[in-house]
C-alpha cells in the first residue's frame, strides 16, 4: 500500500498571503494526485487531479505541481472561504490511499 | 445537475449489517465509476473499494474484504455498499463518490452516518 504523508499538519497563513502544502508519496504515483478540500460537515470537494489539472469550478488561485513522490498545492492569496483541511489522494494504484490532512487555519 | 443522495443515518448494533444507497443523476449511471470512503470523527479518509455500474464489477480494500459488498441497480441508478459484521470501529460517515480512471472524482453524495452501539 502507498502511503501519503502531508505537511505540515496545520498551517497558520494570514488572508490573503500565499499557502503551500506538500504531499510525498512513499513509491511513484507518476501524476495520479489529487487534492481535496473539506470543511465541516461537508463531503470533500475534489480541487486539483491528475497533478494539476483544475476541477471544473476551481478558481486559478489554486494550482497543482509534482509528479512521482513529491507534490504540492498552492494557494496564491488565500480567502477566508479557504480556510479548510485539504487532502491528498494517489489513485495510481490500488488500494487508493489519502493522506492524513493539512489543516489551513488563520493566523 | 450531477447529484449523489445518499440514505439516511443508520444506528447499528455490533455484528448486524448496514446497506447505504446511493442514487445518481443527472448522467449516465453506467458511465463512471463509484467509489466508497468513509471518514470516522475527526479522522481523515479511507477508501473503502469500487465498482464499475455497467459490468458490475468491483474491487475492495484488502482491509474490508469479506465484510464489503458492493452492488447496483442500474434500472434506478443506485449503488450500494453493505458492510457486515459492524463493530465500533465502523462507526463514520459514509461517502460515494463518482470516478474515473483519470482520477476526476469530481462529484460527491452528501454522506450518511453509520453509529454502531449496543
Known amino acids: 500500500e502507498i502511503v501519503m504523508t502531508q505537511s505540515p499538519a496545520t498551517l497558520s497563513v494570514s488572508p490573503g498571503e500565499r499557502a503551500t502544502l506538500s504531499c510525498r508519496a512513499s513509491?511513484?504515483?507518476?501524476?495520479?494526485l489529487a487534492w481535496y478540500q473539506q470543511k465541516p460537515g461537508q463531503a470533500p470537494r475534489l480541487l486539483i487531479y491528475?497533478?494539476?489539472t483544475r476541477a471544473t469550478g476551481i478558481p486559478a488561485r489554486f494550482s497543482g505541481s509534482g509528479s512521482g513522490t513529491e507534490f504540492t498545492l498552492t494557494i496564491s492569496s488565500l480567502q477566508s472561504e479557504d480556510f479548510a483541511v485539504y487532502y491528498c489522494?494517489?489513485?495510481?494504484?490500488?488500494?487508493?490511499?489519502f493522506g492524513g490532512g493539512t489543516k489551513v487555519e488563520i493566523k | 445537475q450531477v447529484q449523489l443522495v445518499q440514505s439516511g443515518a443508520e444506528v447499528k448494533k455490533p455484528g448486524a449489517s448496514v446497506k447505504v444507497s446511493c442514487k445518481a443523476s443527472?448522467?449516465?449511471?453506467?458511465?463512471?465509476?463509484i467509489n466508497w470512503v468513509r471518514q470516522a470523527t475527526g479522522q481523515g479518509l479511507e477508501w473503502m473499494g469500487w465498482?464499475?455500474?455497467?459490468?458490475?464489477?468491483?474491487g475492495y480494500a484488502q482491509k474490508f474484504q469479506g465484510r464489503v459488498t458492493m452492488t447496483r441497480n442500474t434500472s434506478i441508478s443506485t449503488a450500494y455498499m453493505e458492510l457486515s459484521s459492524l463493530r465500533s470501529e465502523d462507526t463514520a460517515v459514509y461517502y460515494c463518490?463518482?470516478?474515473?480512471?483519470?482520477?476526476?472524482?469530481?462529484?460527491w453524495g452528501q454522506g450518511t452516518l453509520v453509529t454502531v452501539s449496543s
Open positions: 489522494q494517489q489513485y495510481n494504484n490500488w488500494p487508493v490511499t
Open positions: 465498482m464499475n455500474p455497467n459490468s458490475g464489477n468491483t
Open positions: 443527472g448522467y449516465t449511471f453506467t458511465s463512471y465509476d
Open positions: 463518490a463518482r470516478g474515473t480512471y483519470y482520477g476526476d472524482w469530481g462529484y
Open positions: 491528475g497533478a494539476s
Open positions: 513509491q511513484s504515483v507518476s501524476s495520479n
